[in-house]
Nanobody, 115 residues
Framework: QVQLVESGGGLVQAGGSLRLSCKAS????????MGWYRQAPGKQRELVAT???????NYADSVKGRFTISSPNAKNTVYLQMNNLKPEDTAVYYC?????????WGQGTQVTVSS
């Protein structure tokens, strides 16, 4: 099993920046992909960005050019650098790890962007 702990959320004004961190522990050798998802009130959870163990990245259209996902020490920690934040980015952000036997979720961290 993989355990995930997120940090870095908070309140920021529109146009500001935040960096989210997610640290994985447990069976990290089995992780093939890590990513960030978000869920706003009354909406379904949606993909924000993912990064594979080989370093390939994928982004939602709504965050391309503003958010950057990275994993400097692959399979242990993943970051989400969020720039030029907008009020519509307000949500609970969840870290996700995909392994050969399934996925694991973190507890979530709140990001609130004021206009």
């Amino acid at each position: 099993q993989v355990q995930l702990v997120e940090s870095g959320g908070g309140l920021v004004q529109a146009g500001g920046s935040l960096r989210l961190s997610c640290k994985a522990s447990g069976s990290i050798f089995s992780i093939n992909e890590m990513g960030w998802y978000r869920q706003a009130p009354g909406k379904q959870r949606e993909l924000v960005a993912t990064i594979t163990s080989g370093g390939s990245t994928n982004y939602a259209d709504s965050v391309k050019g503003r958010f950057t996902i990275s994993s400097p020490n692959a399979k242990n920690t993943v970051y989400l650098q969020m720039n030029n934040l907008k009020p519509e980015d307000t949500a609970v952000y969840y870290c996700h790890a995909l392994t050969i036997i399934g996925g694991s979720w973190g507890q979530g961290t709140q990001v609130t962007v004021s206009s």
